[in-house]
């Protein structure tokens, strides 16, 4: 099945792991859980693929059961409830007749006589939302720190001003259209896949939908019978500081115009760009905080790294006060911009230290120098027998169990669950 993108029928709450009496707060648990396991940023290069088709179902599982409206429709029509091809919410259900599908799918004011009014259409409807536009907008993290403004050109079909959208000169007569017999609708094949194909019912591209058509001589000059026009429009998008990966700027109204119906919405989904230096989650942002071995031993005092905005962040550490690979310092207020008020999340720094290169003292007496300065090293392990033994440098963990058919091999070891956990043992800078 092919509502709300996805490809088969699926179950929402089975997607993101819930019961189906699951509260908000469950389900907003539920979908922050998968959307970590499946972004596409913490997943290896040869699974990036297959891992963002499933951030985008989960992401759309979210968007419909973490909204009361549309989770109520999937519970009442299943995903049915949101295949525009089937004709959109209820499309099947106990109070949805067939006018009503039709005029779901192409916005006629169902009343007597087709597109204009369908047999026993029982009078006239209010048009009908014209369908939505919707497309991907990639941003950067500092697009997203500090806010976006965007203004572009884009081209857009309006309806024709000339004829108002009946395709005819002023005071012309039409005819009933000879291909889909004044309905403004014909079947039409579609291949969904390899070797299938669904029947649907189609706006009538000879008369574009409305039903009658007009001889030659009579039709429009500006639009040539079609009904509506091409026109470049100028339109801008805001985003906010503080925006998230898969949050939707909508514009509304601003979709393709079609007679008869309410033009839809132009719905932008931000997607953040991978970043060289920091890595993001919720309002938090982590960066590496890279020392050399006398930092890492003797303290400093100096500008770490570069933030989003462009300011330097400078720390200082006292002498004495030793810091080791894989410690953390958590800097508050030095994360995300939050939407509402001037609240930012934190900032956590992971240590990394530079060690010096192979031979980077000159002689014999700064190596005996160096360790009388630091503390001796560890007595040797008592054994009955001691061996020896050549090694291999710059070996990678990662090879460890290869080809051994340990089913262990190559799996995950770290627990999701405790990600959260291991930034509260982070010190406080």
Known sequence: MEGAGFTEEVDLYELLSIEKTASGD??????????????????????????????????????????????????????????????????????????????????????????????????????????????????????????????????????????????????????????CKGQGMQDAIRQIGPGMMRRETVLCDHCAGSGQVYKEKDRCKKCKGKRTVQEKKALEIYIPRGSMHG?????????????????????????EEPHD????????????????????????????????DGRG?????????????????????????????????DLYLLVDIEFPEDGWLKDDKEYDSLQKMLPPPNPPIEAEEVDEVEYEEDADIEQMGANSGDPRFATEWEDEDDMDDGQAQCQTQ
């Open 26 to 179: 469950e389900i907003k648990k539920a979908y922050r859980k998968a959307a970590l396991k499946y972004h596409p940023d913490k997943v290896p290069e040869e699974q990036r693929a297959e891992s963002e088709i499933k951030f985008k179902e989960v992401t759309q599982a979210y968007d419909i059961l973490g909204d009361d409206d549309k989770r109520h429709l999937y519970d009442t029509h299943g995903m049915a409830a949101f295949d525009k091809s089937r004709g959109g919410p209820g499309a099947g259900g106990e109070e949805v007749d067939l006018n009503d599908i039709l005029s779901q799918m192409f916005g006629f004011n169902m009343g007597a006589g087709g597109p204009g009014g369908m047999p026993g259409g029982g009078g006239p409807r209010r048009p009908r939302k014209g369908p939505n536009e919707e497309q991907e907008y990639k941003v950067t993290l500092e697009e997203l720190y500090r806010g976006k403004t965007v203004k572009f050109a884009a081209n857009k079909q309006i309806v024709c001003g000339s004829c108002k959208g009946s395709g005819g000169r002023e005071k012309a007569k039409s005819a009933t259209c000879d291909r």
């Open 247 to 271: 949050e939707r700027i909508v514009l509304e109204g601003e979709a393709d115009q079609n007679p008869d119906q309410i033009p839809g919405d132009i719905i932008f989904t931000l997607v």
């Open 277 to 308: 230096d920091f890595t993001r989650l919720g309002y938090d942002l982590s960066a590496e905080l890279k020392i050399t071995l006398g930092e890492a031993l003797g303290g400093f005092s100096r500008t770490v790294l570069k933030h989003l």
């Open 313 to 345: 962040i400078a720390l200082e550490r006292p002498r004495g006060s030793i810091l080791r690979p894989g410690d953390c310092l958590k800097i508050e207020g030095e994360g995300m911009p939050m939407k509402k008020g001037d609240a930012k999340g």
